[in-house]
């Protein structure tokens, strides 16, 4: 019986189990099979940033639905049906009803230029989690922000000015309290901007033994509707008591209005679960304390000595068996309480004890204040490390090479747009950014642009800090709610927002504030990459949502019913292509897609829905996207501290690494020793611990001050400069007494000056088939930076053609030969085209020697001799290995043949001739807007898109910009052949303006001859004119390069500056017998 009993219970756990694991089978989508190394070293990685940072597990567990087949991915996506908008949202109507106030053209407002386009996000039925609270808040502190910029405004001095001392009283390093009545009169010391990554409160007290314990807290702020304010975080401590019959032990917990208490998180916790649970890397208790009684007679020193086996860096610190409680009645103590990544970690007389991680909508951020209560004699309070804005300590110089360059329009789209989170009293991050990756030259060129996204703080004076911030740097954008981590999808949006509708660009990045962003290599790794469909970072191809309700990133079943996520790239660095964007705002603003409150994840769910759409997807996986910190040959490096980023910069800079390297401490290892070693050195000075051997210098580099690390200044701007009457900018001009084939290759490096050079003039021979007008050619030109960063525009003048050809040239009358070459993407592709213009453009010896000029074939032959060198020159480019295929140029010849003149134009620089005072327009705009070119763009297979080629270039003809026309051969939209423009000059003719399209985006044809007429008939010198044409559009706010070259065909009258005027006139002359005789046989 026994037997027989014994068999059907093995029988029947035999058949649980095979049912059992058939059922996981078909609910559980199996993990990617890595290799045992590469799954130990995946598993490592996935520490800190898996938790915080809504990074989900790898791994089916808890799975309950498995995904659908891809056929019916896209109707699943949208499970919720579309969502409609609500009709009052509190808070929101004056959100949007306040920017009345500013000016589109107002430099104030150009930090809310994606707010004012976010509404239709805000009133959504299936909004974010605390959208609405968020949205109310940030009215009442946007309210706040608009009075104080008022009074600020009518009273200047308030602002401070230059003041750094009232600067420090918004926003102190540190706030201390001791012992002497300050601590005694306020129960609470204030926290003037919140916490950051880095902060740390350090108590030091004595337990009282007449009490059973005591209470830090650290408070919230709080708004004028609320009653208390929040606490983020209650350190609560318990002792034994009087008689010493009571365990002792910590509890941490939260508190909001709503929903009050959180979980209470004991230690030490006799629940094993949630013994290994770490934030950063550290366990939430550091060990099952056992509770130790100091005898009288024994040195209280032993109560705060480390355990030399205790490893800080890892975060392995836990307590042997026989630690004692760190807290002691009658015993002074140091507790620092600092703030990571992703929690907050308390360390008693130098050593990890609990850590605790942030609540929702309780961030370190919102902190406003530090309360002691209960049975503790508090000696000191000290808050350090705090927010501190760094704005009003650059003198002007520092703060214009560090200020975001103007985003100006330029001929090409915008290569990488990168969208940085930031929070708001994160000044620090901020500056260590812009000290160091936004320092690359194509980040100050303007290629490359970089904004930081940040919401409203609960704290006036932290928005107004933060106010102040944008109006100097210019590169914040602001968000129209409180800044909860929860509302970060928000964020992600507002940046495509941006890319695709502002500022238009090819790829559109995400990134953190805690970064370090290799833009070089970015830049270098999107060349071969796809341009339409490309999602490219850290992938993640198999995930699950977290389904645990005490998880911080707990998603429910009705959030998201299926047990795994789509492809989906991880928040520290991520990038997606321009139609992606398009895609996902368009799709948000139609509602056809989901929120999703994990921001990342939401991307790679929306991109889900593209790919279903019928798009293909470009999933690339790069592992050189470092989420987790840095590894050498990294392209993004997270978790970095400010001073670990100016380290990588200085690194970079310095170090010339062909595979740079990072710093040895990570950010947390970093800030941790610091706490830790300061809370030694404090115990040390109150003589109540001896602390094991710290070597002096290192103490000195970790202890209590933390100073950033002294920034690199970025390289210098020209020493030398000099400046247009209308405008500070850096100007340069060319003058041509005799131009040499020895032509500097970089306009931009000519060093300034203001003397000018005469100007040459050139009487041309004339034939007798041309003996009713002889051209008098003189030329001058200048060029200016204009507001930009760097000048990408060269220019060519030769008025003695001739001369410069040498002996090959056998035209029977003398020639001039002008160019002006618009650079765009670098000025490589121009500098390149004007070092070999009289290469390219005057090639064809045997065309140079005919002497039948007159003849219809040789000008014919003359103008395809032209065309064929803008193809000539196109082709070096795309072969000559310094000049990027992103880089390219227009290009506008004038050549001058006697009495023809000969216009070659590709691109939109543009050549004006002045008739009798009259602008004749002799080039055509090759621009997307133009008819002609949309037609013939559209026939050779591309398309016009925001006013751009193939929603890139602002061009439709160019050289150079390879990488639209590769390969070679292929009919591509962009063409480098040029429109040619042949005319006879005469009496009436003046002057020919050539100039780059700076000068007509803000002046008409006329309104440029008439400056030059005016100039020429006060002085006759081409030179100032040019100048002065240069000068005006200066005054009418361009925003790019300006060259001009003004071409006279009369000579100057005399000395008296003017020239002689134009049509019919009478002269008395008289001719000598020697003339007469020569005259006489030439009409016989």
Not at 724 to 741: Q, T
């Amino acid at each position: 019986m026994k037997k027989w009993s014994g068999g059907v219970l093995v029988g029947g756990l035999t058949l649980i189990l095979v049912l059992r694991y058939s059922f996981i089978g078909k609910i559980a989508i199996p993990p990617r099979q890595l290799p045992q190394p590469q799954q130990k070293q995946q598993q490592q990685k996935q520490s800190a940033y898996e938790f915080f940072n809504n990074h989900p597990p790898d791994t089916p567990s808890n799975a309950d639905a498995t995904l659908p087949p891809k056929d019916s991915v896209l109707e699943l996506l949208n499970f919720r049906g579309k969502p409609s908008f609500l009709p009052d949202v509190e808070g929101l109507n004056f959100l949007y009803n306040s920017l009345g106030n500013f000016s589109l053209d107002d430099e104030e407002s150009k930090a809310m230029l994606v707010w004012a386009r976010m509404r239709f996000l805000l009133s959504r039925s299936d909004a974010l989690p605390e959208t609405a609270q968020g949205i109310k808040e940030a009215a009442s502190s946007w309210k706040e922000l608009l009075s104080t910029i008022q009074d600020m405004k009518a009273t200047p001095e308030l602002r401070g000015g230059g003041n750094v001392t009232q600067n420090r009283r918004y926003c102190p390093y540190f706030v201390p309290a001791f012992n002497n009545g300050t601590i005694e009169k306020r129960s609470t010391l204030q926290i003037p901007c919140g916490l950051i990554e880095g902060s740390s409160i350090t108590v030091i007290g004595i337990p009282d033994a007449q009490k059973d314990g005591f209470e830090i807290e650290l408070l919230g702020s709080e708004l004028p509707s609320e009653e208390k304010p929040p606490i983020v975080l209650q350190y609560k401590v318990f002792l034994p008591g009087q008689n010493l019959t009571k365990e002792p032990f910590v509890v941490q917990n939260a508190w909001t209005n709503v929903p009050g208490w959180g979980k209470d998180e004991k230690c030490p916790d006799h629940d094993r679960s949630t013994e290994f649970v770490k934030v950063d890397g550290l366990v939430k208790c550091s060990a099952q304390i056992v509770r130790t009684t100091v005898p009288d007679n024994q040195s209280a020193s032993h109560l705060g000595s480390l355990d030399n086996s205790s490893n800080v860096s890892d975060g392995s610190l836990r307590g042997s068996g026989n630690s004692p409680f760190p807290f002691v009645e009658g015993i002074p103590f140091t507790a620092s309480l600092w703030v990571g990544a992703e929690g907050f970690h308390m360390t008693v007389n130098g050593r990890h004890e609990t850590s605790f991680a942030y609540r929702v909508k309780l961030e370190p951020w919102l902190v406003s204040g530090v309360r002691v209560k209960g049975g503790l004699d508090t000696v000191t309070i000290l808050a350090k490390g705090l927010p501190v804005s760094d704005e009003l300590n650059l003198d002007f110089d520092d703060l214009e090479l560090l200020k975001a360059p103007p985003v100006l329009k330029r001929k090409r789209r915008l290569v990488l747009l990168i969208g940085v989170f930031s929070t708001a009293n994160n000044f620090a991050r901020r500056m260590a950014l812009r000290r160091s990756w936004m320092q690359y030259k194509t980040v100050r060129q303007g290629h490359v642009v970089v904004r930081f996204f940040i919401g409203l703080h609960k704290n006036e004076k932290v928005n107004y800090e933060l106010w102040k911030e944008a109006e100097a740097f210019g590169d914040i954008q602001l968000m129209p709610f409180i800044d909860y981590y929860s509302l970060l999808t928000l964020k992600t949006i507002a940046i495509f927002i941006l890319g695709t509708e502002i500022l238009p660009a090819k790829y559109i990045m995400k990134t953190d504030d805690d970064a370090f962003v290799r833009v070089d290599e970015v830049l270098t790794s999107l060349k071969g990459k796809a341009s339409e469909g490309l999602f490219y970072g850290r992938i993640s191809f198999e995930s699950t949502p977290h389904r645990e309700k005490d998880n911080k990133w707990y998603i429910s079943p009705e959030e998201w019913p299926y047990s795994s996520f789509p492809a989906w790239a991880h928040g520290p660095g991520y990038i997606v292509s321009r139609d992606i964007a398009k895609f996902i705002v368009q799709g948000h603003r139609e509602r056809d897609l989901m929120m999703f409150k994990l921001e990342d994840v939401a991307v790679g769910i929306w991109i889900e829905v593209y790919k279903n759409g019928g798009h293909e997807v470009v999933y690339v996986d790069e592992e050189r996207f470092n989420i987790d910190g840095c590894e050498s040959n990294y392209i993004l490096a997270h978790y970095q501290s400010p001073r670990l980023l100016l380290c990588l910069w200085d690194k970079l800079g310095k170090e010339h690494q062909p595979e740079p390297e990072c710093s040895q401490a990570s950010a947390v290892t970093e800030i941790m020793l610091r706490q830790s070693l300061a809370a030694v050195q404090y115990h040390h000075h109150l003589c109540v611990s001896s602390t094991p051997e710290i070597d002096p210098s290192a103490a000195s580099l970790l202890l209590f001050k933390y100073p950033p690390s002294s920034p690199l200044p970025p390289t210098p701007a020209p020493s030398i400069v000099c400046s247009s009457p209308s405008s500070d900018v850096s100007c340069d001009h060319d003058d041509h007494e005799s131009v040499s084939l020895q032509i500097t290759r970089s306009e931009s490096a000519l060093s300034c000056s203001t003397s000018i050079q005469t100007t040459t003039t050139t009487t041309l021979y004339v034939s007798p088939r041309f003996n009713k007008f002889a051209p008098s050619v003189r030329s001058g030109s200048f060029t200016c930076i204009g507001p930009r960063s760097s000048n990408e525009d060269e220019h060519l003048c030769v008025d003695d053609l001739p001369r410069q050809l040498g002996p090959t040239y056998k035209w029977p009358v003398s020639s001039s030969f002008y160019a002006v070459f618009d650079g765009h993407g670098g000025s490589d592709a121009a500098a390149f085209v004007k070092d070999n213009a009289l290469k390219f453009f005057f090639q064809d010896a045997l065309l140079l020697q005919r002497a039948d000029i007159d003849e219809l074939s040789f000008l014919e032959e003359l103008e395809n001799s032209q065309r064929r060198a803008f193809l000539v020159a196109d082709q070096a480019l795309a072969e000559e290995e310094g000049v990027d295929c992103y880089c390219g140029t227009t290009a506008l010849t004038a050549l001058v043949l006697g009495r023809r003149l000969l216009i070659a134009n590709a691109g939109d620089c543009r050549a004006v001739l002045c008739r009798k005072g009259v602008a004749v327009q002799l080039s055509q705009d090759h621009r997307p807007s133009s008819v002609v070119e949309k037609k013939r763009v559209e026939d050779l297979g591309g398309y016009i898109e925001f006013g751009y080629l193939n929603g890139d270039l602002a061009v439709t003809r160019a050289l150079g910009d390879w990488y639209m026309k590769r390969p070679y051969g292929s009919k591509s939209p962009l063409t480098a052949e040029p429109e040619m423009h042949q005319i006879m000059l005469t009496e009436e003719d003046e002057f020919l303006i050539i100039a780059c399209d700076g000068i007509w985006d803000v002046m008409s044809n006329q309104d440029a001859v008439r400056v030059v007429h005016r100039e020429l008939r006060q002085h006759g010198d081409p030179q100032e004119s040019a100048r002065e044409l240069v000068d005006q559009a200066l005054m009418r706010d361009t925003h790019d390069n300006l060259t001009a070259i003004v071409v006279s065909f009369n000579c100057p009258d005399g000395q008296t500056g003017g020239i002689t005027p134009q049509g019919s006139r009478l002269r008395t002359c008289s001719l000598s017998a020697e003339a007469r005789k020569m005259l006489r046989s030439l009409l016989e």
